[in-house]
């Protein structure tokens, strides 16, 4: 059974429990074309009530993708000749909060907090690369997605 696109799902980090959502959003301009695309990560620690929620945003930009459709997948995030992420993937979602986590973010403080993805998935890929042995897109000036 597929798992449902909208559900809460459960991420542990350093022995603390988060919830975590994925949401798109766009403007739809008056030719039917969608404008103004976001991805927001949002992560909740647990239990409900002992800290705010994190909301990582990615905007759509000059030399970065987000999905809006076709050809790209869903979650998908990126420099058009950088690194990139799948958002539905818990290993990509964990480098995100380690790399908000190393920029300040404090699960305990009580008020929701935004922050840009942009920075933050440079920091994340850069991680992630580290992690696996690779030297990761960045280094190599190209991108997996071969844009």
Same mark, same amino acid.
């Given at each position: 059974?597929?798992?449902?696109?909208?559900?809460?799902?459960?991420?542990?980090?350093?022995?603390? =429990?988060?919830?975590?959502?994925?949401?798109?959003r766009h403007t739809v301009l008056d030719n039917g074309r969608s404008a103004d695309c976001r991805q927001t990560l949002t992560l909740s620690p647990q239990p409900s009530g002992t #800290?705010?929620?994190?909301?990582?945003? +990615?905007?759509?930009?000059?030399?970065?993708?987000?999905?809006? #459709?076709?050809?790209?997948?869903?979650?998908?995030?990126?420099?058009?000749? #950088?690194?990139?992420?799948?958002?539905?993937?818990?290993?990509? =979602?964990?480098?995100? %909060?380690?790399?908000?986590?190393?920029?300040?973010?404090?699960?305990?403080?009580?008020?929701?907090?935004?922050?840009?993805?942009?920075? %933050?998935?440079?920091?994340?890929?850069? #991680?992630?690369a580290g992690a696996c042995g690779t030297e990761g897109p960045e280094a190599s000036g190209s991108?997996?997605?071969? +844009?």
């Amino acid at each position: 059974m597929p798992r449902h696109l909208k559900k809460p799902r459960r991420l542990v980090a350093d022995g603390r =429990v988060y919830m975590w959502t994925l949401r798109h959003r766009h403007t739809v301009l008056d030719n039917g074309r969608s404008a103004d695309c976001r991805q927001t990560l949002t992560l909740s620690p647990q239990p409900s009530g002992t #800290g705010g929620p994190l909301r990582i945003v +990615f905007a759509a930009g000059p030399e970065r993708y987000v999905p809006g #459709g076709a050809p790209l997948g869903s979650g998908d995030v990126g420099y058009i000749r #950088g690194g990139s992420l799948n958002l539905h993937e818990p290993g990509a =979602v964990r480098a995100l %909060l380690d790399a908000a986590l190393a920029r300040g973010w404090q699960p305990a403080e009580r008020r929701a907090v935004e922050l840009d993805g942009w920075p %933050l998935l440079q920091s994340a890929t850069a #991680g992630q690369a580290g992690a696996c042995g690779t030297e990761g897109p960045e280094a190599s000036g190209s991108s997996r997605r071969g +844009f």
